[in-house]
């Protein structure tokens, strides 16, 4: 007998099998029990999460002679064992992505008309349904609407925005979830138990994590590494070489490279990958997943209990964290989710990797707004020696003053005040970065009575202008609280700043009462404002 895959040799065969899709398993095992059996069902879902799998069980228990209590088939009768063993006359699939011609859809109209050979149903499994031409949705719609009583018609999808409303609104729909990392990781270890294969518990969780949510893909995956090294333990650094992966060493070294803008240090660990045969666009997927595990260290005390990695590695990622502020790491994140998705499709994969990671190596060359807030607070640092420094020009009298004895809340109308002479207020600050920035709010006073900058989030400009003012050093909003500083000085109380992005697609101008286009069309004067 012939090989077969282990995610066919364990596919479910009842419900109590099926891993991470309780809530629908319940469901269609309530309307077995009760008789209340829809006539058509669309199953949705990434890849790999149980829709085929989920679809074969439920024409098989809905055919079972002999069904449990709860609904679920008994595996034993005639019917059962036909739909195990893939004879049974009753469940007819068919894959869209090669029959979606309008042809196709009529044959599936024309079998309707004649009844089961045996059992109560027929059961139409319509796999990649969004596959079907239109003229084929067409052909389909009244047959969907009104089937036979022994007709039901599953359909799976992976893109369900794709299929007409009318389609839509004819099935019962439900979606299928991606799978916890833990659900298929304890799957991973049920199978290779029933194998007889030895494995570390690091490799499955790492095989378990490559499955992105995919159980199939997951197991596939295990298969593989079990075939790379047939009849031997499999360890970590085994599942890493039959995968084409990375220990996680060469993550932390290449991250130093890039915090250090070290840009032939990088380029060598690319090499490295390359030599050792890795695949580049699962280092990329990897890398990714590294920085979400510093995103997570650099967000708050405790997170260490999320990451599932060795003391040694969690304190070589916490040490990377005191050099990495959030935007920054933000920035990193979402270039290399870009440079991922180039991947799939580019047959140059070393090229593309070695102009993303140059480009995380030097933010210059970039012109998007994550990577000018990395250069700005770059630059920013090495002005200031490694410190922040306060950009106002408030003496150092004033600023003992300050100091000294705290200043009363200001009211309204000094708010007010403050605000209608904007340009002439941030003229005298002496960080043209941070009077840029400025320029670039709309200035208006909250309901509160305090001074509110508004930020439009729909323009790169203004999204890196307002990064700027609401970025966190040892958690604190630095130049916030050195902004409310300078005009606290300059008021002569308390000033507080409230920092508003505007999410919607109505410009900030329409949504918000600017105090300073209202002093300049009483005074009839232009304030402008320059770009960078």
Same mark, same amino acid.
């Given at each position: 007998m /012939?090989?077969?895959?282990l ?5 479910p065969r009842?419900?109590?099998?099926v891993r ?9 095992? $309530? ?7 829809g006539?058509?069902?669309?199953f949705?879902?990434? %890849? ?10 439920f /024409?098989?228990?809905?055919n079972c002679?002999?069904?449990?209590e709860?609904?679920? @088939?008994c595996g034993? !009768?005639?019917s !059962?064992?036909?739909?195990d063993s893939?004879?049974?006359? $009753?469940?007819?699939?068919m ?5 979606n ?8 109209i024309?079998e309707?008309s004649? @009844?089961?050979t ?10 990649e ?10 052909a ?8 036979p009583g022994?007709v039901?018609?599953i359909?799976a999808?992976?893109e369900?925005?794709?299929?007409p ?5 004819r099935?019962? &729909?439900?979606d299928f979830? %991606?799978?916890?990392n833990?659900?298929i ?10 194998e007889?294969?030895?494995?570390? *518990?690091?490799?499955?969780?790492y095989? =378990? ?7 199939r893909?997951?197991i ?13 333990k499999l360890?970590f650094d085994k599942a ?5 992966a990375v220990?996680?060493d060469?993550f932390?070294?290449?991250?130093r490279?890039?915090i250090?803008h070290?840009?032939?240090g990088a ?9 050792q045969? &890795?695949e ?6 990897d890398?990714v997943?590294?920085? &979400?595990?510093?995103?997570l ?11 599932d990695?060795?003391a #040694?590695n969690i304190a070589?990622?916490r040490e990377? =964290? ?11 994140? &979402?270039?290399l989710?870009?440079?991922s998705?180039?991947?799939r499709?580019?047959?140059?994969k070393?090229?593309?990797t070695?102009?993303g990671?140059i480009s995380? !190596?030097?933010?210059?060359i970039k012109?998007? @707004?994550?990577?000018?807030l990395? %250069?700005l607070i770059?630059?920013? #640092?090495?002005l200031?020696g ?14 003992q003053?300050?100091? %000294?004895?705290p200043?009363?809340? =200001?009211?309204p109308?000094e708010v007010? *005040?403050l605000a209608?002479?904007?340009?002439v207020?941030?003229?005298?600050? #002496?960080?043209?970065m941070?009077?840029t920035?400025l320029s670039?709010?709309?200035?208006s006073? /909250? @309901?509160d009575g305090?001074?509110m900058?508004?930020?439009?989030m729909?323009?790169?400009?203004q999204r890196?202008?307002?990064e700027y003012m ?5 958690? +604190?909003?630095?130049n916030k609280?050195a ?5 606290s000085?300059e008021?002569?109380a ?9 999410d919607?697609?109505v410009? +900030?101008?329409?949504?918000?009462t600017?105090?300073? #286009?209202?002093?300049?069309r ?5 304030v402008?404002?320059e770009?960078?």
């Amino acid at each position: 007998m /012939s090989y077969m895959a282990l995610y066919r040799k364990f596919r479910p065969r009842e419900f109590s099998q099926v891993r991470g899709q309780d809530h629908i398993v319940s469901t269609l095992k $309530n309307q077995i029990s009760t008789g209340r059996i829809g006539h058509a069902y669309l199953f949705v879902g990434t %890849r790999g999460t149980g829709k085929t799998t989920m679809a074969k069980l439920f /024409s098989k228990a809905l055919n079972c002679e002999n069904p449990m209590e709860d609904g679920s @088939p008994c595996g034993e !009768c005639a019917s !059962c064992r036909g739909a195990d063993s893939g004879s049974s006359m $009753n469940v007819i699939e068919m894959d869209a992505a090669s029959n979606n011609s309008v042809d196709d859809v009529r044959r599936i109209i024309e079998e309707v008309s004649y @009844p089961p050979t045996e059992g109560r149903y027929k059961v139409y499994i319509i796999d990649e349904v969004h596959m079907l031409s239109g003229a084929a949705f067409n052909a389909l719609l009244k047959t969907l609407e009104e089937p036979p009583g022994y007709v039901i018609f599953i359909l799976a999808t992976t893109e369900p925005h794709k299929l007409p409303v009318t389609i839509l609104s004819r099935c019962q &729909r439900y979606d299928f979830h %991606r799978i916890p990392n833990d659900v298929i990781e304890a799957r991973l270890r049920e199978l290779t138990e029933a194998e007889g294969v030895e494995i570390e *518990d690091k490799a499955l969780a790492y095989i =378990a994590r490559a499955g992105d949510g995919s159980m199939r893909d997951a197991i596939s995956l295990l298969d593989q590494c079990i075939a790379f090294y047939l009849g031997e333990k499999l360890t970590f650094d085994k599942a890493l070489y039959a995968l084409g992966a990375v220990d996680t060493d060469i993550f932390s070294r290449l991250t130093r490279c890039i915090i250090a803008h070290d840009v032939a240090g990088a380029i060598a660990i690319i090499d490295e990958v390359v030599y050792q045969g &890795r695949e580049l666009s699962r280092f990329v997927t990897d890398l990714v997943w590294y920085l &979400r595990n510093l995103m997570l260290i650099k967000s708050g005390e405790g997170m260490e209990e999320a990451l599932d990695m060795t003391a #040694d590695n969690i304190a070589r990622l916490r040490e990377e =964290a005191k050099m990495l502020e959030l935007p920054v790491i933000f920035t990193y994140i &979402r270039q290399l989710s870009d440079l991922s998705a180039k991947l799939r499709f580019s047959s140059q994969k070393r090229v593309i990797t070695e102009i993303g990671i140059i480009s995380l !190596c030097r933010p210059g060359i970039k012109d998007d @707004p994550g990577a000018i807030l990395d %250069r700005l607070i770059t630059i920013e #640092d090495k002005l200031n020696g490694g410190f922040y420094e306060s950009p106002m020009v408030a003496s150092d009298t004033e600023k003992q003053q300050i100091a %000294r004895e705290p200043l009363p809340d =200001a009211m309204p109308k000094e708010v007010e *005040d403050l605000a209608k002479r904007w340009q002439v207020v941030i003229a005298g600050i #002496d960080s043209g970065m941070m009077r840029t920035m400025l320029s670039k709010a709309l200035v208006s006073v /909250s @309901p509160d009575g305090h001074l509110m900058l508004i930020y439009d989030m729909s323009q790169p400009q203004q999204r890196t202008a307002l990064e700027y003012m609401v970025y966190v050093r040892d958690e +604190k909003p630095v130049n916030k609280l050195a902004l409310e500083e300078y005009l606290s000085a300059e008021a002569g109380a308390s000033i507080t700043v409230e920092i508003k992005g505007n999410d919607s697609s109505v410009p +900030k101008e329409k949504l918000y009462t600017s105090i300073v #286009d209202t002093i300049a069309r009483a005074t009839g004067t232009k304030v402008e404002v320059e770009d960078f």
